[in-house]
T-cell receptor, first 110, second 115 residues
Framework: LAKTTQPISMDSYEGQEVNITCSHN???????ITWYQQFPSQGPRFIIQ???TKVTNEVASLFIPADRKSSTLSLPRVSLSDTAVYYC???????????FGTGTRLLVSP | NAGVTQTPKFQVLKTGQSMTLQCAQD?????MYWYRQDPGMGLRLIYY???????DKGEVPNGYNVSRLNKREFSLRLESAAPSQTSVYFC??????????????FGPGTRLTVT
């Protein structure tokens, strides 16, 4: 079971770039890295998924170094609406391996 | 296309009462899941169904039962509610269990209080 470690909380200001790093030292060869976002009183929402190097979509970028023991979610130019909890998950086949953890609480201020 | 729907949105039970939480998805997904989320905590998997006709235990299955009624619907039953089951319950679905098709889509949640 690939355990992940994230900062409990982060603070930022509108317009800044935010980078949230997740450690997953015992990631397995077949594991993918997935990030979810959760707003208060809502279910989580998929943000991005990757296996290695860099993945970018319209919302975020995911940077994964060659050893894959960590990953960084990058949110460009955050706004107040990006205030949420961000979860890093690591897993592969056999869904029961996916564990959400407590996530990183991001607070964006004006 | 409503995605994942859950009923009810709120429920208050007395200890020992039973109830069923309903979940339906209209995305033709194969896999469905039930999670609980306690205040300030991450989500914990209760049960999941890899495909129609199969169910398996997750991290915290005790005190719950599930039924995968058909491909669309996956219900969660509390036979004898306990205060420790006070939580927000989320249902989710995904196309499959394995990457890259295991992106999960979540419902709005059911807030359950057991007194």
């Amino acid at each position: 079971l690939a355990k992940t470690t994230q900062p409990i909380s982060m603070d930022s200001y509108e317009g800044q770039e935010v980078n949230i790093t997740c450690s997953h030292n015992n990631i397995a060869t077949n594991d993918y890295i997935t990030w979810y976002q959760q707003f208060p009183s809502q279910g989580p929402r998929f943000i991005i998924q990757g296996y290695k190097t860099k993945v970018t979509n319209e919302v975020a970028s995911l940077f994964i170094p060659a050893d894959r023991k960590s990953s960084t979610l990058s949110l460009p130019r955050v706004s107040l609406s990006d205030t949420a909890v961000y979860y890093c998950l690591v897993g592969a086949t056999g869904f029961q391996k996916l564990v959400f953890g407590t996530g990183t609480r991001l607070l964006v201020s004006p | 296309n409503a995605g994942v729907t859950q009923t009810p949105k709120f429920q208050v039970l007395k200890t020992g009462q039973s109830m069923t939480l309903q979940c339906a998805q209209d995305m033709n997904h194969n896999s469905m899941y039930w999670y609980r989320q306690d205040p300030g905590m991450g989500l914990r998997l209760i049960y999941y169904s890899a495909s129609e006709g199969t169910t398996d235990k997750g991290e915290v299955p005790n005190g719950y039962n599930v039924s995968r009624l058909n491909k669309r619907e996956f219900s969660l039953r509390l036979e004898s509610a306990a205060p420790s089951q006070t939580s927000v319950y989320f249902c989710a679905s995904s196309e499959g269990l394995a990457p890259p098709n295991y992106e999960q889509y979540f419902g709005p949640g059911t807030r359950l209080t057991v007194t």
